[in-house]
């Protein structure tokens, strides 16, 4: 396969979705309904749908003969068995708990380890972990290397922790730090990787500090892919030898199984320590469910079991991370400003960079996302200002950055999807001094993103 320089879809369709095609006065009339906000839109009226690769992938003919096998008795199913040896055989950890998603995991962990007065670092939290951290009043504080701010700085591992960073934490608040988390890849950061490198040294802070070490480990295979691409000497090894080593290094794990579980819901939570583990069933039973299933029914347990054997597959990585840089490569050459390196699960468009007309409290990223659903029906996701700027005392202050993300669902869109979305953003993007900024009329206390309401300034 070598010798071309295409690469495939490892795989053919066998089942078809159709996609409703619509005109920019029916998304205009949609965008007025929605609030502006893309979150609100009625999936039907989207035509390529890049808001999440999360549960959005299309999971395989061998995910969905495994669902024929779900049993669902309500403990100690053979699903259970299932799933617990799929995540055991990658993630080696003495307990699993089987949650419905990743932020149950989150919220059941941070409602043991949180509380005012403490105080979680990450590389960058996620939306929904810093979310979980700050409602049970702890305070989440991100760490991640200077390169990992600078959309346009070039780092093979752009999602690496500032261990000196880390350190001085851990130093000046010794006994407020009840986890380190690492999010491998770092999503917020634009899916950047973390190197083995890093995780030893971050592991080694924590050993010093006696501070458990846990991975939000949503993109594990896509970061297991990255390190033997880009870590020197790593090139040679299997992509479970990495992600064991990567889970060796950890004391535990979140994990949305929506992303690299190949799986449309589903996670866990995995850790090693008992008497932390007892606490956390016992918030899964009052929640989530039994401990054999957690908020799963035993299909789903089944078609995750599956699909982390076909995420560790090296052509499946090759194609996935392959096809997220074409757009990237594509939008780049048209003189788009993009976070670099391209993240595997998304390009992110620097819309601060795009549209300098507009300031971080107008919400360029937002101004942009909607401007891509009006001209050309593609859903995007504003990672910026209007997702992060809102701060738990309830003012507002400018977001890091400000991005669009077009995340890339798993094994859904053809080339000629990408092609389209190519052409719709660098005609958006070449008309960007036309785009207005945008205000908040409506908005919940906390994770805003979701429910705001916008118009424009
Ligand atoms: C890095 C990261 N952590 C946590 C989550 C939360 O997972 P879920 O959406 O399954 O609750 C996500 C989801 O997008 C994520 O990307």
Same mark, same amino acid.
Request: with cysteine; aromatic share 6%.
């Given at each position: 396969m070598d010798r071309w320089r295409t690469i495939i879809e490892p795989f053919r369709i066998h089942s078809v979705e159709p996609i409703r095609l619509t005109t920019v006065e029916q998304r205009d009339a949609a965008l007025e309904v929605a609030g502006y906000n893309l979150f609100n839109l009625h999936a039907a009226d989207v035509l390529i749908d890049l808001l999440t690769d999360s549960g959005t992938g299309a999971m395989s003919r061998d995910q969905w003969a495994a669902i024929q096998h779900g049993d669902e008795s309500y403990a100690g199913s053979p699903s259970w068995f299932a $799933? =617990? *040896?799929?995540?055991? /055989? &990658?993630?080696p950890f003495r307990h699993v708990i089987p949650t419905h998603q990743g932020r149950a995991a989150e919220k059941i962990l941070f409602s043991v =380890?949180?509380?005012?007065?403490?105080?979680?670092?990450?590389?960058?939290? $996620?939306?929904? /972990?810093? %979310?979980?951290?700050?409602? /049970?009043?702890?305070? @989440?504080?991100?760490?991640v290397i200077a390169e990992g701010r600078d959309p346009a700085a070039l780092h093979p591992f752009k999602g690496n922790m500032d261990v000196a960073a880390l350190e001085r934490l851990l130093d000046e608040r010794p006994a407020d730090v009840p986890v380190v988390f690492v999010t491998v890849t770092n999503n917020s950061g634009g899916g950047q990787p973390v190197s083995l490198e890093n995780l030893r040294a971050v592991r080694a802070v924590c050993d010093r500090h006696g501070v458990p070490l846990f =991975?939000? %480990?949503?993109? $594990?295979?896509?970061? %297991?892919? $990255?390190? *033997? &691409?880009?870590?020197?000497?790593?090139?040679?090894?299997?992509?479970?030898?990495?992600?064991?080593?990567? %889970?060796? &290094?950890?004391?535990?794990? /979140?994990?949305? @199984?929506?992303k690299d579980g190949l799986a449309n819901i589903g996670g866990w939570l995995a850790l090693n320590d008992d008497a932390l583990a007892e606490q956390c069933?016992? &918030?899964l039973i009052l929640t989530e469910g039994f401990p054999t299933y957690g908020g799963l029914a035993g299909r789903d347990l089944e078609a995750i079991a599956q699909g982390l054997r076909e995420v560790v597959d090296e052509d499946y990585l090759r194609y996935r991370v392959a096809s997220t840089e074409y757009l990237g490569e594509a939008l780049d050459r048209a003189g788009v400003p993009l976070v670099k390196p391209f993240g595997g699960h998304a390009i992110y468009i620097d819309a601060r960079a795009l549209l300098p007309h507009i300031a971080p409290l107008e919400y360029p990223g937002q101004a942009l996302a909607v401007a891509l659903y009006r001209e050309g029906g593609i859903r995007g996701c504003e990672i910026g200002t209007v997702m992060f700027g809102q701060q738990p005392d309830g003012t507002e202050s400018p977001a890091a950055m400000d991005l669009v993300r077009l995340a890339i669902p798993r094994r859904t869109y053809t080339q000629s999807h990408i092609d389209y979305v190519i052409e719709v953003v660098i005609w958006v993007a070449e008309r960007a001094s036309g785009l207005r900024g945008m205000r908040i009329v409506e908005q919940p206390p906390a994770l805003r993103h979701f429910t705001a309401r916008f118009a424009a300034v």
């Open positions: $799933f =617990l *040896k799929g995540v055991q /055989t &990658l993630f =380890l949180g509380g005012p007065g403490k105080v979680v670092p990450n590389n960058t939290h $996620f939306d929904t /972990t810093r %979310a979980n951290v700050e409602a /049970t009043g702890a305070e @989440a504080v991100d760490l =991975l939000d %480990a949503c993109r $594990f295979a896509e970061n %297991a892919w $990255f390190i *033997k &691409l880009r870590e020197p000497g790593q090139g040679d090894r299997e992509i479970p030898d990495i992600v064991r080593e990567m %889970a060796g &290094l950890a004391d535990g794990m /979140t994990m949305s @199984a929506k069933r016992n &918030l």
